[in-house]
């Protein structure tokens, strides 16, 4: 039974590496094949992650109030009926608007406030000359990394220089975390290849 | 006889100073004995909580690194009355003289705190063999607190930013022009539907795989709304395939506002606009089926993404699409740079749809937005010139106790 599994998986494995020659029949079925399997894998997970435990559960031990998110998630069904479905709009923003306004503090605090803690450092060490350096890129990186992001301005003269160097200094960090991630994705191809030429040919131990 | 009795004392001298030092010395490491207890316990509700909570701290004992240096732990202990039977609530590792006692606060929980009860507290100090415990301190009562000091600056930042937020779409609302600086992805974008157009094949627009809540997903509806209006416009195929169901619904409203806002309601077909499946590859796997299938002639990528960000690009380049995309993931920028023809980056996506809207409500969120970045860069360069003078105000404005 393990052998037929190992033989499903390695064959799939080649059915979506097929795509890199170009798109195919046993690409199509393999694509369909997840997209299936991965649909349904996810209404049972949330069947029984978030229904079950935060609504049937919370409603079977006697606390009702939760009745309020089930109606607005039965207003969300109400997209099914034309003529009634323009009452899903009130869940939506419901949920936009209540998740956008929890999100802006933890946004402010973590990109805002935590940030400007961090970059408020002094600009020159005594008797310690790489940490100077590194202040000093911190802080002339973050500032100039500011000045991009300002569109209330045209990037001219002194301004559009400083806005010149943020951008500069955006695409050198991109690059460093290009690299870093090229080498995560490696991995996960030696990992297939593992499996395909280990588990399933046995070519490698 | 004289000598002989001076040389018994000193042998015997000599043999009592050799076997009594090392049996003081056992005797003194003797673990069995118990330390002395920690003292000055004080038990007080724990501040800026939601009221299960308390807080107590100790002196720690003269055992613990000091004395015998052989104190290893502090146990907790708490009863509802002085007299009454004292249970372990917690331990803390020697060397630490605060512990906070927290529970839940749902009643059905088998760790329930209640608030407004009087509790009374021992600490116990550990040695391997022995312990002691200290006086009872307390009683000490939990309550909740309306309002969290150490969170003042966020609630300070939040009415600022919501005031100037306002005043700004007021201004833009009262017909004040404001200007916007050119983004290039942006203004690519007719370029982009227009090839299409020209070409008779779909333009492909992909949300990410954010939920409606992420900012990137809304900044991404607003953009979404007016490619929309310029399809229906052109009378070119939209097709927006989702990875979540409520990004869904709320696509096909943007969408469908889109093509009234056109005037070709007619046109809009919501199966152009469908859910294909929540799980991160098999999303990719069906989106790259349809680039190929489609042959689609413009790709948007603008909201949320994650690892699959170079696969989808990296197959609209190799099918030969013109590809706009934008994300405030920022591992995923550079691969978007690399693989697409215009990216916007990080805040650029959040801007862009006030640039394309021109509506007050963004144009007057975004200068609000300059705005708050202005005080950010002038508290920055202040901070910094502050701290290297050794100044420590600036720091405290920005510290916030979670």
Redesign the interface.
Known sequence: METIGIWIAALLTLGIFSFLYKDNPFYKFCESLFVGISAGYWFVTTFWQVFMPKLADNLVAGRFYYMIGAIFGVLMLLRLFPKIGWLSRWSLALVVGTTAGLYFTRYLVSNGMVQVQNTIIPLYVKGNLSQTIGNLVIVIGTFSGLIYFFFSKEHKGAFGGLAKLGIWILMLSFGASFGYTVMSRMSLLIGRMDYLLGTWLGLIH | MRYKNLRSSLVLTFFLFFLILPLSQILAQDDTLPPPPPTEVKAGDTPNDNGHSITITWKLSGDDGAGKKNVVAYEILRSESPTGEFVVRGMVPAGNNTYQDRGAKEK?DKNYFPPHKDFYYKVRAKTLNSYSESGVAGPAVAYGQWFHIGKL??FV??LA?TIMVLAFISLARKGKE????PLAGIDAVDDAIGRATEMGRPILYILGLG?????AT?ASFTILNRIAKKTAEHKTKIIVPCNDP?VM??AQ?TVKAGYLDAGRPDMYKEENIFY????Q???V??V??IM??EKTATNFYLGKFY?ES?ILAETGSVAGSIQISGTDE??Q???F??ATDFTL????LY?ASA?LGREPLLLGA??A??LA??I??L???L??????F?FGF??KL???Q?
């Open positions: 059905e600056p966020v930042g939040t930013f404001f200007y916007v600086r939920s409606a809540a992420d900012i809304i409520i619904s709320v409203e294909l499946t929540s799980m590859f098999a999303y796997a069906a790259n089926g190929l299938r690892a170079l920022l591992a920028i550079p691969f740079v690399a980056i990080g805040e650029e801007a640039y975004l200068k937005q300059d970045k202005a950010v860069m508290s920055l360069a901070g910094a010139l502050a701290a290297s050794h600036f720091l920005f510290t916030v979670m």
